[in-house]
């Protein structure tokens, strides 16, 4: 008798072929048979008319923190997800020094959006070296399996100091002690190294992330430590400036090493490389023998736009200043008065804090043509008439007073949604023929950070909702957007027991209604340690969630499952259990 048996269902497999209608047994927590008339279960799941697909994997997310006091790992286990991997972007809560605690606070504050508050209220700081954040992380049954990079922040300034968090050049001694904790690191477990090389990304106090200018020796010596332990991804995002030849070390790192090096690929305003040359170069890279696979997001990234959120368009104004810091109820009577209204929307805005910021600010507080009004079943895809402009235009009113009002809406708890990357053309035709490509893996979703302007755990379902039935501009295969987003990012990682719904692979499976997968209107809950921030979003149509062979989820309800732990190391199928 097996443990539990899945009937009736339509399998997409992960594979990338055709679906087909067949029933799955499982028994522990494996597949262990799939076809008809497989005798009888413990329990039954029956999935007629029903899409079964394997768990999701997400491989860019910023759980270092919650993993450490969530088992539940909301909001990416909504999504169908069950496993991710943390330590993306160089940072990170491994090594830490006891007196460094607060500084890796700020860090991850200012460069993911995570409340410092609940980071130091939450984690336990029950470890110093990376390997004692290994066993943290396990001691934690969740509802999903973790895994992690060794963050090149931390890293840096266990070895170096002050030297190494004011982005100092680094001796011999120091790249060689910097590698050893990263060889450490992987040999405790890491599926990886991460990198961050962007000005965007800073501290609280606005300081660069420790790596930022890291040069080539310093870079390909950690990535060499990965050379060592024979497996591992190197991640980074990057500006991707020219003098810094990033695609050449890149290439040189990943040919010497024969691991990948992954990149996040992004359609910018601003940066200097177009996507079309960052994706021409990493053909070039991969045509000459390396490794490089660039990470993409499935819908434009940017900001949601809320009076409590991080940011809003009048968050410049000088009414607005007066009464940020006040409690929400004396701040929506103040923007409830007619009079404080009129006020706000004749003041100029307030100069930026600082110069770099200032086109950051301009889209926030007046690209209003880029500015789309989030209500229920927002497509993310929106065009320029769905804009606030052009809502606007169509009510005879001024943009700004229409915005102010859009945010008022639902007891002040409107949206607006500010794409500014990947939606340059006013849509994602681009992103579309990258979902084709075999030199990209679908990525930056960045679960569990940027609590206070996005939501993007949401993805796995925005790429199966949106990317294979509701998109009008023309949509992918079911079947290459769920192998996209459980084989191909699994792959990458070295995880080869899962992805796959065949004999012998873990039993992680979703149960989806198809046809009412639907994302729900995101929103703000305070539900972090010490009250802080973040906007969830939910999604219906995930009938069964299963981890191990355990039911994690039924009809977006949590059970008291939690079969999820920490892995360590690359994973495999042994060819034994996969024939069985």
Same mark, same amino acid.
């Given at each position: ?13 992960g594979s ?6 067949a029933?799955?047994?499982i ?26 697909a ?12 919650q ?14 997800v ?8 160089g ?9 460094k ?9 200012g460069v ?24 943290a992380?396990?001691a ?5 399996d /973790?895994a992690?990079? /060794?963050?090149?922040g931390a890293v840096?300034?266990? /070895? ?22 990263v060889?450490?690191g ?22 660069l992330?420790p790596?930022?200018t ?15 332990v024979g497996?591992?991804?190197?991640e ?5 400036l ?7 070390w ?9 691991l ?12 200097q ?9 990493t ?10 696979i ?5 819908r ?20 607005w200043q007066?009464?940020e810091n ?5 701040q929506?009577?103040?923007l ?24 950051f600010?301009? #889209?926030?507080?007046a690209?209003w ?10 497509s ?15 009510a005879?009113k ?30 994602l035709d681009?992103?579309r023929? #990258? ?6 893996v679908v990525?930056?979703?960045?679960g ?5 302007t ?12 949106h990317?294979?039935r ?13 192998k ?17 719904l065949?004999?012998g692979y873990?039993a992680d ?5 198809y046809e009412? #997968?639907?994302?729900?209107k995101?929103?703000?809950?305070f ?19 299963i981890?191990?062979?355990k /039911?994690?989820?039924?009809r977006g ?6 079969p ?17």
């Open positions: 008798m097996h443990d539990l048996l899945i009937t009736g269902g339509t399998i997409v497999d990338g072929g055709a679906a087909y209608k029933d799955i047994a028994d522990g927590n494996l597949i262990t048979r799939i076809g008809s008339d497989l005798g009888e279960a413990r329990e039954v799941i029956d999935a007629t008319g029903r899409i079964v394997p768990g999701f994997v997400d491989v860019h997310t910023h759980y270092d923190g993993a450490t006091w969530d088992d539940e790992m909301a909001p990416s286990s909504w999504h169908g069950t496993t991710v991997v943390m330590g993306n972007c940072v990170g809560f491994a090594p830490a020094r006891p007196d605690h607060d500084w890796l606070i700020g860090l991850m504050e993911e959006d995570i409340p410092g508050a609940a980071l130091s209220e939450g984690m336990s700081w029950n470890w110093e070296s990376f390997p004692d954040y290994m066993d992380l396990e934690m049954p969740r509802t999903i /973790v992690t990079h /060794v963050p090149h840096r300034a266990y /070895v170096m100091g002050q030297r190494g968090a004011d982005n100092e050049e680094p001796t011999e001694d120091d790249i060689a002690a910097m590698s050893d904790i060889e450490e992987l040999r405790a477990g890491a599926l990886g190294f991460s990198t961050s090389r962007t000005v965007l990304h800073k501290s609280i106090d606005g300081e992330v790596g930022t890291a040069t080539e020796p310093e870079l390909v010596g950690l990535g060499r430590a990965m050379g060592r497996y591992g991804v190197f980074l995002t990057s500006d991707l020219p003098e810094w030849d990033e695609f050449g890149m290439s040189r790192l990943s040919k010497e090493t024969g990948p090096v992954s990149f996040s690929m992004l359609q910018s305003p601003v940066k490389m177009s996507w079309q040359d960052q994706m021409a170069s053909k070039a890279a991969n045509d000459d023998g390396a490794n490089i660039a990470q993409i997001g499935l434009g990234i940017g900001v949601i736009m809320n009076w409590r959120g991080t940011v809003h368009p009048f968050m410049m104004k000088p009414s007066e009464i006040r409690p929400w109820k004396e929506y009577a103040k409830s008065d007619p009079a404080f209204r009129a006020k706000l929307l004749a003041e100029e805005n307030l100069p930026p804090p600082s110069p770099d910021m200032a086109a600010f301009m #889209l926030v507080t690209a043509a880029m500015q789309f009004p989030l209500g229920e079943d927002f993310y895809e929106p065009t320029r008439e769905e804009s606030v402009f052009g809502f606007a235009q169509g005879g001024d943009p700004q007073a229409y915005a102010y009002d859009q945010l008022m809406a639902d007891g002040g708890n409107g949206l607006i949604y500010l794409p500014i990357l990947n939606y340059m053309d006013g849509n681009f992103t023929d #990258l979902l084709e490509r075999e030199d990209i990525s930056l979703s960045d569990g950070a940027h609590c206070g996005i939501c993007d755990a949401a993805a796995p379902t925005f790429l199966l909702s990317w294979t509701d998109r009008v501009r023309g949509t992918i295969p079911l079947e290459l957007a769920i996209r987003q459980c084989h191909d990012t699994a792959r990458l990682y070295g995880l080869n027991d899962r992805g796959l065949r004999p873990l499976i979703n149960v989806i209604d009412k #997968l639907r994302l729900e995101p929103y703000l809950a539900d972090l340690p010490a009250g802080g921030k973040r906007f969830l979003q939910k999604a219906s149509g995930y009938d069964v969630t981890k191990s062979g /039911v994690t989820f039924r309800e949590v059970t008291r499952a939690r999820g732990t920490l892995i360590r190391g690359p994973q495999s199928v042994t060819a034994k259990e996969a024939a069985e």
